[in-house]
């Protein structure tokens, strides 16, 4: 059997992989982590301790599980938890039994002409530089967008709540532009299940880019006001205050949020930026979904149609 270690495999995104790859009996699940004492989601996966500062001791417990493919889905916010996820890949290097590396990324495809946008970007970069420079096979999972943020909180899903451009319970939208930016989309659980499809794949290719729908914030504004029937509250950020970083904040999903305006403005800003600049349309071609074409993934009508009708 196939072991999948995946590291961080209790957050957001590594849970949900965590939860499709336990219905796959051809595969041996392993979850990587810090503690010891994390409760695993499911009782019969074993939640391996590494310390991720002792590259030589994580390679000892890849062989000793025997891991040939590592899912990494660390929250890569800071220079230590990248640290974290390059010491990973030298373990992975090291390791005797370990062939196949996916990083955390799951976003859009970074390239270093957008770090002035987003200098968090470097982080993806160095993993896929040390991928590259290694002997691992690698694949860089693309899903764009998560659309589970516009289901919240109705929604099923591992990710934490939080707003972006539209509070559909209070009919609330702050939008960056005009509105007409194209954004590829895909459902946590859909990516999941093209991921898990790719692990079959002899060869894979640099970015696995999958897109379960693309559409823009007017469209998903317009579907959201069809299916509530409510006139929503709208407010259109110019190009010039997302640069400048004076951007509407849209209502938050979670009131007891301890995040400050000036952290939500950051937060705000820099999606902004990102889609102005067109980062979440990506080409047509080459996406995971014409190798996969028995999968259906949800579009945006249908995750809106599923959370919000009545409500
Ligand atoms: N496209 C989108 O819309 C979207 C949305 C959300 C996330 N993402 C991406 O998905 C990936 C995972 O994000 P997430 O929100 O699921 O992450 P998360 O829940 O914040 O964190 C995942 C795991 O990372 C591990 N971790 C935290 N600090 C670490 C450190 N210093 N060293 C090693 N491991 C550490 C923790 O596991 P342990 O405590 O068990 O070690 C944690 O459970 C990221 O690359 C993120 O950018 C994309």
Redesign the pocket.
């Known amino acids: 059997m196939t072991v999948i270690a995946v590291?961080?495999g209790?957050?957001?995104?590594?849970k949900t992989l965590v939860e499709r790859l336990v219905q796959e009996p051809k595969f041996k699940v392993i979850v990587l982590?810090?503690?010891s004492t994390?409760e695993s989601a499911f009782p019969e996966i074993p939640v391996v301790q590494i310390n991720?500062d002792d590259v030589q001791s994580i390679a000892k417990t890849l062989d000793t599980h025997n891991v040939h493919t590592i899912i990494s889905?660390?929250?890569?916010?800071s220079d230590?938890?990248s640290k974290?996820q390059l010491n990973l890949i030298d373990a992975a290097e090291l390791s005797a039994t370990t062939k196949r590396f996916i990083p955390?990324?799951?976003?859009f495809i970074q390239t270093a002409d957008l770090i002035p946008i987003d200098p968090s970007i470097q982080y993806w970069l160095d993993a896929a530089d040390r991928l590259q420079k290694s002997s691992l096979k690698y694949t860089r999972v693309i899903?764009?967008?998560?659309m589970d943020y516009w289901g919240m909180p109705h929604v099923q899903t591992n990710?934490?709540p939080y707003t972006f451009g539209i509070n559909i319970a209070k009919r609330e939208a702050a939008i960056p532009g005009d509105g007409n930016d194209v954004i590829c989309m895909t459902y946590t659980h859909d990516m999941a299940t093209y991921v898990i499809k790719a692990l079959d794949l002899d060869e894979w290719p640099e970015f696995s880019v999958i897109v379960g729908d693309e559409v823009t914030y007017n469209q998903i504004l317009s579907m959201a006001q069809e299916i509530t029937g409510a006139k929503f509250k709208v407010t259109y950020d110019s190009i010039e205050q997302i640069n400048t970083g004076d951007v509407t904040v849209p209502p938050s999903l979670d009131d007891t949020s301890d995040d400050s305006i000036e952290e939500l403005k950051e937060v705000t800003a820099l999606c902004s930026r990102l889609i102005v600049n067109g980062v979440f349309q990506f080409p047509k071609e080459n996406r995971l979904n014409a190798r996969f074409p028995e999968v259906r993934p949800i579009t945006m009508r249908e995750l809106l149609e599923k959370c919000w009708k009545g409500r």
């Open positions: 590291a961080g209790s957050g957001g995104v590594g982590s810090r503690q994390q991720y889905a660390i929250g890569l916010i230590e938890t974290s955390s990324e799951f976003s899903p764009g967008y998560f990710l934490q």
